[in-house]
């Protein structure tokens, strides 16, 4: 990576969010905690970037969950000045016909060898920018599309013009997700017009499949809001005819585009054929999310391990008793918390069950509840178990709130028989004691739908094998039995989502594999802990992808 020809300049690396410190909201979920690996692996591999955000300075959303599950929702402010530094630099875009400053705050990410990357945080609330255009930037994904279509013009084409006040030589810009593809627009205009200069400086990562997750604006609003900018009819040609899709611009004026794993690219491509693309594999960054216990046991077993994260696949030599040890370490703090936080008495001895992603209908947060009666009579007969669920819905995400609240119902409705409880508020604090503290990785999203999904590579990085759908990348990361257990088979070969079916099937492995494993083999269940950071931690991780990003996009 030493040999990485800074001459050329740097990786403008542009996303809406990023997960860089906890204590700043600056993000919602898994994109915004990929956008954050991504850049300490760049700091790690001395790779010369950039990052380029929106300061999100009242967050996202905070969660509080009432009794029953009804989400009371409440902006989640921090302050910018506790943690990075403004700049004096200043550059303006126009919208609404109207000179709008943008400013930018920068925050530092360092490698324990000491190299940084810098990530500038896009500002609007400056002095003598009109009212309404001063909270621009101040909060993740809220308000309506026209706010929607001002954010991206100040990520995008603000974002663009702020690193050339500042004199950065780019060699490639990165869209992570379209919300940034306005950048394409000033490019081409400083280039000319000519679009194959654009392609050659873009790089564009997809990573939903969900249609609803790509952004579009309708052409009255782009004239009201960007104005003439561009003349309509070649955004047209550059994007549709119907509307401004985001996805399809950016895939037009990018030399290189990709999904985020194998199925991803096969969904990518059917959405947008035409296009060639290729994928890379979300990775984690592992020193980051593995537990002071496991942290410890790699330095003793795997030196030179934060450096090269590949050296995990050497996790075959850590005695399996040691890795019982650390696991339990980390299981205590996990459970500690819980006790503390909800009205259970969760138990060390007693198997527990992990799932929190970002509360949304297809990941399926309450599959495991289709049929109760099923879940207390394997408690009963094949052997006890707990559960710990978190997740935070979008604040108008109506459905997701409702199941929320089913699941909120189940739990109370079983809770002389099943300790269960929904952590308020899921986070990447929780991220990290759950993702090193729960025995097993629960996964079940529609198959078809989950891009990739990250949290069970941080699970893996902690030894914790996953139960998941084959979708995203558990399709590349399942052995069965060897680093974790599939539910059911991949789309395709049974076109279906079927609730019942799949959680008859994710019943079935739970009694006939799983818990019996845990409690009568545990010989077996650390071999499959080790087996699980010796193939997915070592592979799912950050470094390897930033490597193929070098490699195949910049
Ligand atoms: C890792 C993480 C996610 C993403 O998890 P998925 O498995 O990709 O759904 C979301 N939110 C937080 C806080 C995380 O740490």
């Known amino acids: 990576m030493k040999s990485f020809n800074t001459n050329e300049g740097k990786i403008a690396y542009f996303t809406m969010e990023i997960g860089l410190n906890p204590q700043m909201n600056t993000y919602s979920g898994g994109l915004g905690i990929l956008s954050g690996d991504v850049i300490r692996s760049f700091a790690d591999l001395e790779v010369p970037a950039v990052g380029v955000t929106q300061l999100n300075d009242r967050g996202y959303c905070k969660q509080i969950l009432d009794e029953e599950g009804n989400q009371v929702y409440s902006e989640d402010v921090w302050n910018p000045e506790d943690y990075l530094e403004r700049l004096s630099v200043k550059t303006s875009v126009e919208i609404e016909g109207k000179k709008v400053d943008v400013g930018a705050w920068q925050e530092e990410a360092e490698s324990e060898g000491g190299f940084s990357v810098p990530v500038l945080f896009l500002d609007t609330n400056l002095e003598g920018n009109p009212e309404e255009h001063q909270n621009i930037t101040s909060c993740l994904y809220r308000g309506d599309q026209k706010r929607r279509l001002k954010q991206e013009i100040v990520l995008g084409i603000g974002g ?59 052409y009255d609003l782009v004239k009201e809001v960007l104005g003439e900018f561009i003349p309509i009819k070649t955004l047209k040609d550059l994007s549709r005819e119907e509307d401004l899709h985001m996805t ?174 929904y952590l308020e508020d899921y986070d990447m604090g929780k991220a990290a004691l759950m993702t090193s503290g729960a025995d097993l990785w629960l996964n079940n999203p529609e198959r078809g739908r989950e891009a990739c999904g990250t949290s069970g590579m941080k699970a893996a990085c902690n030894g914790i094998p996953q139960l998941s759908t084959l979708d995203g990348w558990w399709i590349e990361g399942y052995i069965e039995d060897v680093t974790g257990w599939k539910i059911g088979s991949e789309l395709g070969e049974k076109q279906e989502n079927d609730r019942d079916v799949e959680a008859n099937e994710l019943y079935e492995k739970l009694t006939d594999k799983i818990i019996p494993t845990f409690y009568s083999q545990k010989k077996k269940w650390t071999q499959i802990m080790r087996n699980t950071i010796a193939h997915n931690a070592s592979f799912f991780n950050a470094h390897r992808m930033v490597r193929e990003y070098i490699l195949n996009a910049f």
Not at 181 to 200: C, I, P
Not at 287 to 312: A, N, Q
Not at 369 to 375: C, E, G, K, M, V
Request: with cysteine; aromatic share 10%; hydrophobic share 30%.
């Open 160 to 218: 663009a013009r702020i690193l050339k006040e500042l004199d950065y030589e780019i060699r490639k810009y990165h869209m992570n997700e379209s919300h940034s593809s306005l950048l394409t627009l000033e490019l081409l205009k400083r280039y000319d017009m000519n679009r194959e200069s654009v392609r050659d400086r873009c790089v564009f990562t997809t990573h939903t499949p969900e249609s609803s997750g790509h952004d579009r604006f309708s």
């Open 248 to 421: 399809l611009l950016a895939l037009n004026l990018s030399g290189y585009a990709n999904a985020v794993s194998k199925r991803h690219e096969e969904v990518t491509k059917e959405m947008f054929p035409g296009f060639p693309i290729d994928s890379i594999t979300n990775g984690v960054h592992s020193s980051y999310w593995t537990s002071d216990s496991f942290k410890k046991l790699y330095d003793e077993y795997i030196p030179g391990w934060r450096k090269d994260h590949y050296k995990l696949k050497y996790a075959v030599r850590i005695p399996g008793e040691k890795i019982w040890k650390a696991h339990l370490d980390e299981k205590e703090k996990l459970i500690d918390y819980v006790n503390k936080k909800s009205d259970v008495e969760m138990n060390e001895r007693v198997f527990t069950i992990g799932f929190a992603r970002r509360a949304t209908p297809y990941k399926r947060a309450d599959l495991i509840f289709q049929n109760p009666d099923q879940l207390v009579k394997i408690d009963k007969e094949v052997g006890d178990f707990q559960i710990i669920f978190a997740g935070k819905p979008h604040p108008e995400g109506e459905e997701s709130k409702k199941m929320i609240k089913k699941i909120k119902g189940h739990i109370n409705d079983l809770k002389d028989n099943i300790e269960m409880t």
